[in-house]
């Protein structure tokens, strides 16, 4: 079992920026994919980015040239730098972790954008 918390969101105005961790609780983040979602309220969780073992990363074409996702394997933690925020895009952000035994989430951080 992994635990993940996300944290660093908060309130920003449109075209700021925020950038939001994933921190796990395992020693042995480097042998997972880690994935970057977004929810707002009445909609569906919608897939953001995805950082592979590798390294190799994945957008969604929403947000693409505008948010990067990284991670940082000796602190067990990944990153989603997002810049020229818009309004549409507050939601709870969530990070989850997956390996062949299963997917694990965290518990979500609001994301507001708004003047």
């Known amino acids: 079992q992994v635990r993940l918390v996300e944290s660093g969101g908060g309130l920003v105005q449109p075209g700021g920026s925020l950038r939001l961790s994933c921190a796990a609780s395992?020693?042995?983040?480097?042998?997972?994919?880690v994935g970057w979602y977004r929810q707002a309220p009445g909609d569906q969780r919608e897939w953001v980015a995805t950082i592979a073992k590798t390294g190799f990363t994945v957008y969604a074409d929403s947000v693409k040239g505008r948010f990067t996702i990284s991670r940082d394997n000796a602190k067990n933690t990944a990153y989603l730098q997002m810049n020229s925020l818009k309004p549409e895009e507050s939601a709870v952000y969530y990070c989850?972790?997956?390996?062949?035994?299963?997917?694990?989430w965290g518990q979500g951080t609001q994301v507001t954008v708004s003047s």
């Open positions: 989850n972790a997956r390996d062949p035994e299963g997917i694990y």
């Open positions: 395992t020693s042995n983040f480097k042998l997972y994919e």
